[in-house]
C-alpha cells in the first residue's frame, strides 16, 4: 500500500489550494479515504472523509464550507480542495486510507501566511 501526498504549499490567507493523494497497492474502489492534518504541537485530527463511491461526505466543523473532498476512482486519486484559507489551517495535511487497516502517506506542507 502506498500513498503519495502533493499539492501543498504556501498561500495567503483567503488563497486557495488543491491538495491530491494517489494510491496504489490495493483495491482503491473498495475502501473510504480521508484527510486529516497536525499542526505543530497539536494531536493529528480528521479533517474530511469520503466513503467508497463518494456519495458520502464528512467534514470537520472548522472546514465546513470551506474545503471538499472528492475522489477519482478511475484513477485512484483522491483530492481535497481548500478554500478561503485562513492561518489556523497551517498543518501537514495526510491522506488516510481506512478500513481494517489504517495507512497513511507522508504528508504534504500547508502554510497560510501573509
Known amino acids: 500500500v502506498q500513498l503519495v501526498e502533493s499539492g501543498g504549499g504556501l498561500v495567503q490567507p483567503g488563497g486557495s489550494l488543491t491538495l491530491s493523494c494517489a494510491a496504489s497497492g490495493f483495491t482503491f474502489s473498495s475502501y473510504g479515504m480521508s484527510w486529516h492534518r497536525q499542526a505543530p504541537g497539536k494531536e493529528r485530527e480528521l479533517v474530511a472523509y469520503?466513503?467508497?463511491?463518494?456519495?458520502?461526505?464528512n467534514y470537520a466543523d472548522s472546514v465546513k464550507g470551506r474545503f471538499a473532498i472528492s475522489r477519482d476512482n478511475a484513477k485512484n486519486m483522491v483530492y481535497l480542495q481548500l478554500n478561503s484559507l485562513k492561518p489556523e489551517d497551517t498543518a501537514v495535511y495526510y491522506c488516510?486510507?481506512?478500513?481494517?487497516?489504517?495507512?497513511w502517506g507522508q504528508g504534504t506542507q500547508v502554510t497560510v501566511s501573509s
Open positions: 469520503i466513503s467508497t463511491t463518494g456519495g458520502r461526505t
Open positions: 488516510r486510507r481506512n478500513g481494517d487497516r489504517a495507512y
